[in-house]
Each structure stands twice: as C-alpha cells, then as structure tokens.
C-alpha cells in the first residue's frame, strides 16, 4: 500500500529529533506518539525521586533537569533526554537511580509501565537503544558508587541517569 501523502504529525515529526527515535519510521513515529502523554512541569518540581518505586518513563520534550543520586549532582538533562528505563527495566526493586528535578520549566512526555513495553514492541530500533541506555547507565552507576564521579551528561547523551 502506497502512503505518498501521508505525512508523519508535527509531533511525530518533533519525535524524530529525538535520539532515541531518530531511526523510527514515520509508521512507528506514529505509534509512539499516540503512546505518549505531555505534561507541564514548573521549575524546582522533583521529578522522580532517587529510591521511589519507578512507575513512569518519560522524555524531556522542553526545558532542563539536574539529576542526582545522593544530593550530589551528577548531571543535566535537557530536550531529547529520557530517564526511568532502568526503573521499569528490572533495576533493583523497580527503584529509581537517582532525583531528577526541574531546573526550568518543562513539557515532559510520561509512558507508564504497560505503555514502555507497548513502545518497545512498537518500534523496535528503539528497544535496542534503551538497551544501549541502560548498559551505559549501569557503567556510570558504578563509577558513581565506586567514586569515580561523573562529568555532565549532554542533552541527548544515553547515560542520562534513570
């Protein structure tokens, strides 16, 4: 079947700005999009909080985050960066890695358990990508417990802290 006018929505294609979804089709794009909920997050709002239960994945859209892990700050996250994988992932219990807290004002896209493995099964590029994320994530929380620290984390980086 022939899609030569379809075009992917404004915020399927905002979507494929994203790292994590820059290899979905616009099909896929599609997908995720009806899979996410934005929501709008004031400055010095705690995200998540370091040891809570995850229940929520969710990717910054707009604004900044500080992340850290016992009050120390281990990084910021900014526009395509997405943490709380590992919570939902089989971290330890299901709890969270580390605080995350507003720095500015955010829009802030949240899947719930059930809708990150609708995700994961809807594109699956992106399955091998939070993968990636979490491996990376487990090597940096390591570090961190070891006392190696951990330099800022870039906006689109995958070891964000989740």
């Known amino acids: 079947m022939l899609h030569a006018n379809h075009k ?11 790292s994590l979804f820059a290899g979905c089709t616009d099909d896929e794009l599609e997908r995720i999009d009806g899979l996410l909920t934005s929501i709008h997050v004031d400055a010095g709002e705690t995200l998540v909080r370091e040891g809570a239960v995850g229940r929520q994945f969710m990717i910054i859209e707009d604004g ?16 395509g960066s997405f943490f709380g994988e590992m919570a939902l992932m ?28 609708s995700l994961l099964h809807a594109a699956p590029s992106v399955q091998d990508k939070v993968a990636q994320a979490v491996v990376a994530r487990e090597a940096m929380n390591s570090g961190v417990a070891a006392g ?15």
């Open 8 to 18: 992917p929505s404004r915020r399927a294609a905002l979507l494929r700005r994203v």
């Open 64 to 79: 900044w985050a500080r992340g850290s892990r016992n009050d120390l700050e281990i990084g910021r996250l900014g526009p």
């Open 90 to 117: 089989g971290a330890p219990h299901g709890r969270r890695g580390a605080t995350v807290t507003a720095l500015s004002p955010m829009v802030i896209d949240v899947l719930t358990p059930g809708e990150f493995v």
């Open 148 to 162: 190696a620290g951990a330099g800022p984390m870039g906006p689109r980086d995958a070891a964000n802290n989740g």
